[in-house]
């Protein structure tokens, strides 16, 4: 996050005007998502690694990447722009990274620092971060620093500079130019006491802010400050008073001050006490009156005229504008939430990650489902003498890339380790009922409509042959596995559209010929949590009809989904039937979920999963 901050702020510039397309390029690239290493060196590794991984993509060989990710909307320009961003802002930090953790002279570190900065905003040959007012004062702010010679003697870690650099400034005021003819002026204490207006509004007369809280010093006492010569902790609320007094004798004043300061409600400052006792409660009523006219013009400005549910959304784009292809994962989200496939391939907004954070579930079931798919692919047709070992093996391939993560990695790999176990031991009592199996098998067919056709797409985990000839599709699952209600009604129809496709010869594989019309055995989820019960084979025993059956039922109800939204006339609505009350999807923000469905919205027809 302070990363970003640095590359897109206004005065950056490392020798170049323009450097936006670099940074966003270099923010979708490695700085969403898991942190990289530290330093401008492992951003650069970082960065080789993804182009290393994303140069099938520009080959046309096929990215390792999901084809929703964001990621690969990244041309090979863009991260060439975005290595050379790195290269240069490597060589502007150069001077600070090259300290190392001991202790140098707080004069040395400040150079090294006014060097950096100057390298950060170097534009031709103009340094943007010591141009105008403010910056001359950080200009002179360095310059003290690194010619005292009290810093000189100074040493101090790395680590204690920002705090020592804050202090440094803390005490230096910039004081933005006069300009002539300004009707409104924000003035401090003293400059107020300086100048004369026909109208003064004095704010923040809270107490503890106007007057200020005296401050009782640890290590002088009040005898002791005296024989000093020094002042006293009160007197800078007497010149407070004084300030008051003089500004309050205004033609025309506005006494203000804050109810709350950060949710805490506020004590009104000792001079409006004594005021109100001074003034008594009839007039000091009437001074309150007068000032209520102000604050209802204020409060009517932000009053609504009316107070109405927000509606839910229901967007209608032109059929031209519709999806005519899906995957059959996506299925499930436009019976659940339309606006999810609205958002998604109408609009097309693609949600990237959060900044700086740490793997979760989703890469975990990516790592995991990789070791499956190497693991059936080499050995589709013969097991290897011990499969535990050699999906270890593969696992520690696939998991290397945590090493940044030692968290994670703790976690994640002793489950993994128990998931490999009792895969072994499945596999090996599993194979003998199968005589082909085939692995991320990816299937395409078309259902027809009016003018053209709708494209379903998807990728099988596994497939396998029985010794009959019927097929068992299998979908693995790091996370939670649906209800076999779930299926049979249509709400989780990943499995029975797959079988679907397969049953209209739909899935190509090299290792398994699936022509059109087969037999659907069985339909099952494994489930690999890797815990006290490492995975489990859970196959659907559907309560009606057979797996063949409950496939040609979901292509149906399919088919009349896709007919019912190739009208112009058909919304896509928000959180149709949503598996979470309070959560569903990515774009749940963009359909302003939070401000229709606390009210309940309005009361609309929306029909049931087809």
Same mark, same amino acid.
């Given at each position: 996050?302070?990363?970003?901050?640095?590359?897109?702020? !206004?005065?950056?510039? %490392?020798?170049?005007?323009?450097? =936006?397309?670099?940074?966003?390029?270099?923010?979708?690239?490695i700085l969403r998502g898991p942190r990289p290493r530290a330093g401008t060196a492992g951003l650069s590794q970082a960065l080789e690694a993804f182009c290393a991984q994303h140069k099938k993509h520009w080959s046309k060989e096929g990215s390792d990447l +999901?084809?929703? *990710?964001?990621?690969?909307?990244?041309? =090979?320009?863009?991260?060439?722009?975005?290595?050379?961003?790195?290269?240069?802002?490597?060589?502007?930090?150069?001077?600070?990274?090259?300290?190392?953790?001991?202790?140098?002279?707080?004069?040395?570190?400040?150079?090294?620092?006014?060097?950096?900065?100057? /390298?950060?905003?170097? *534009?031709?040959? +103009?340094?943007?971060?010591?141009?105008?007012?403010?910056?001359?004062?950080?200009?002179?702010?360095?310059?003290?620093?690194?010619?005292?010679?009290?810093?000189?003697?100074?040493?101090?870690?790395?680590?204690?500079?920002?705090?020592?650099?804050?202090?440094?400034?803390?005490?230096?005021?910039?004081?933005?130019?006069?300009?002539?003819?300004?009707? $409104?002026?924000?003035?401090?204490?003293?400059?107020?006491?300086?100048?004369?207006?026909?109208?003064?509004?004095?704010?923040?007369?809270?107490?503890?802010?106007?007057?200020?809280?005296?401050?009782?010093?640890?290590?002088?006492?009040?005898?002791?400050?005296?024989?000093?010569?020094?002042?006293?902790?009160?007197?800078?609320?007497?010149?407070?008073?004084?300030?008051?007094?003089?500004?309050?004798?205004?033609? =025309?004043?506005?006494?203000?001050?804050?109810?709350?300061?950060?949710?805490?409600?506020?004590?009104?400052?000792?001079?409006?006490?004594?005021? /109100?006792?001074?003034?008594?409660?009839?007039?000091?009523?009437?001074?309150?009156?007068?000032?209520?006219?102000?604050?209802?013009?204020?409060?009517?400005?932000?009053?609504?005229?009316?107070?109405?549910?927000? !509606?839910?959304?229901?967007?209608?784009?032109?059929?031209?504008?519709?999806?005519?292809?899906?995957?059959?994962?996506?299925?499930? +989200?436009?019976?659940?939430? #339309?606006?999810?496939?609205?958002?998604?391939?109408?609009?097309?907004?693609?949600?990237?990650?959060?900044? *700086?954070?740490?793997?979760?579930?989703?890469?975990?079931?990516?790592?995991?489902?990789?070791?499956?798919?190497?693991?059936?692919?080499?050995? /589709?047709?013969?097991?290897?003498?011990?499969?535990?070992?050699?999906?270890?093996?593969?696992?520690?391939?696939?998991?290397?890339?945590?090493?940044?993560?030692?968290?994670?990695?703790?976690?994640?790999?002793?489950?993994?380790?128990?998931?490999?176990?009792?895969?072994?031991?499945?596999?090996?009592?599993?194979?003998?009922?199968? *005589? %082909?199996?085939?692995?991320?098998?990816?299937?395409?067919?078309?259902?027809?409509?009016?003018?053209?056709?709708?494209?379903?797409?998807?990728?099988?985990?596994?497939?396998?042959?029985?010794?009959?000839?019927?097929?068992?599709?299998?979908?693995?699952?790091?996370?939670? $596995?649906?209800?076999?209600?779930?299926?049979?009604?249509?709400?989780? #129809?990943?499995?029975?559209?797959?079988?679907?496709?397969?049953?209209?010869?739909?899935?190509?594989?090299?290792?398994?010929?699936?022509?059109?019309?087969?037999?659907?055995?069985?339909?099952?989820?494994?489930?690999?949590?890797?815990?006290?019960?490492?995975?489990?084979?859970?196959?659907?025993?559907?309560?009606?009809?057979?797996?063949?059956?409950?496939?040609?039922?979901?292509?149906?109800?399919?088919?009349?989904?896709?007919?019912?939204?190739?009208?112009?006339?058909?919304?896509?609505?928000?959180?149709?039937?949503?598996?979470?009350?309070?959560?569903?999807?990515?774009?749940?923000?963009?359909?302003?979920?939070?401000?229709?469905?606390?009210?309940?919205?309005?009361?609309?027809?929306?029909?049931?999963?087809?």
């Open positions: 996050m302070t990363l970003l901050g640095l590359l897109k702020h !206004p005065l950056l510039r %490392l020798g170049a005007r323009d450097n =936006e397309k670099a940074v966003v390029a270099l923010e979708r690239a +999901h084809r929703s *990710d964001p990621r690969l909307g990244l041309a =090979e320009g863009d991260l060439t722009a975005a290595a050379d961003l790195v290269r240069r802002l490597a060589e502007a930090l150069a001077p600070l990274e090259s300290l190392d953790t001991g202790e140098h002279a707080l004069s040395d570190i400040a150079a090294r620092h006014r060097d950096v900065l100057a /390298a950060l905003s170097r *534009d031709g040959q +103009h340094e943007q971060a010591f141009a105008g007012a403010d910056g001359a004062k950080l200009a002179d702010a360095f310059e003290d620093l690194v010619v005292s010679e009290a810093a000189a003697a100074l040493r101090i870690a790395p680590s204690d500079y920002v705090e020592l650099f804050a202090a440094v400034l803390a005490d230096r005021v910039v004081r933005p130019p006069p300009q002539s003819g300004a009707r $409104v002026r924000i003035l401090g204490l003293l400059e107020a006491r300086l100048t004369a207006s026909d109208r003064i509004v004095l704010g923040g007369l809270v107490e503890g802010a106007w007057p200020p809280e005296s401050r009782t010093d640890a290590w002088l006492s009040r005898p002791m400050r005296i024989a000093l010569g020094l002042d006293l902790p009160e007197r800078r609320i007497g010149l407070t008073a004084h300030d008051f007094a003089q500004m309050f004798s205004a033609p =025309e004043v506005f006494l203000t001050r804050a109810a709350k300061v950060g949710g805490a409600p506020t004590s009104p400052s000792r001079f409006l006490q004594r005021l /109100a006792a001074v003034a008594g409660e009839r007039r000091w009523q009437a001074a309150l009156e007068r000032g209520s006219i102000y604050l209802a013009w204020a409060r009517t400005l932000d009053r609504p005229e009316r107070v109405t549910a927000e !509606p839910r959304p229901a967007p209608k784009p032109p059929r031209a504008a519709r999806p005519k292809r899906l995957s059959v994962t996506e299925i499930e +989200h436009w019976l659940r939430d #339309p606006y999810t496939i609205y958002a998604k391939h109408v609009l097309h907004l693609a949600p990237l990650d959060a900044v *700086d954070t740490a793997p979760g579930a989703a890469d975990r079931g990516t790592f995991i489902h990789n070791v499956l798919r190497e693991f059936s692919e080499r050995f /589709a047709k013969k097991l290897p003498p011990d499969p535990a070992d050699v999906l270890i093996e593969m696992g520690r391939k696939h998991f290397a890339t945590l090493e940044d993560f030692p968290e994670a990695l703790a976690f994640w790999w002793p489950r993994f380790a128990r998931i490999a176990q009792w895969l072994g031991g499945w596999e090996a009592g599993r194979r003998t009922s199968f *005589d %082909l199996v085939a692995a991320e098998i990816r299937g395409e067919i078309e259902i027809a409509l009016a003018d053209g056709a709708f494209k379903l797409s998807g990728v099988a985990d596994r497939i396998e042959r029985d010794c009959k000839g019927g097929y068992v599709i299998l979908d693995y699952k790091t996370g939670s $596995v649906r209800t076999e209600k779930q299926v049979r009604v249509g709400l989780a #129809p990943q499995l029975t559209l797959e079988a679907a496709m397969l049953r209209q010869g739909g899935f190509k594989s090299e290792t398994m010929s699936i022509p059109a019309g087969g037999s659907i055995a069985a339909l099952a989820y494994v489930a690999l949590k890797g815990g006290a019960r490492a995975g489990e084979f859970m196959p659907i025993d559907f309560k009606e009809g057979s797996p063949d059956a409950q496939a040609d039922r979901a292509l149906a109800k399919l088919a009349a989904l896709v007919r019912r939204f190739d009208d112009d006339s058909e919304p896509y609505r928000s959180l149709v039937h949503p598996m979470w009350k309070a959560r569903y999807g990515d774009y749940d923000h963009l359909a302003r979920v939070k401000e229709w469905s606390s009210t309940g919205g309005p009361e609309d027809d929306i029909p049931g999963a087809p």
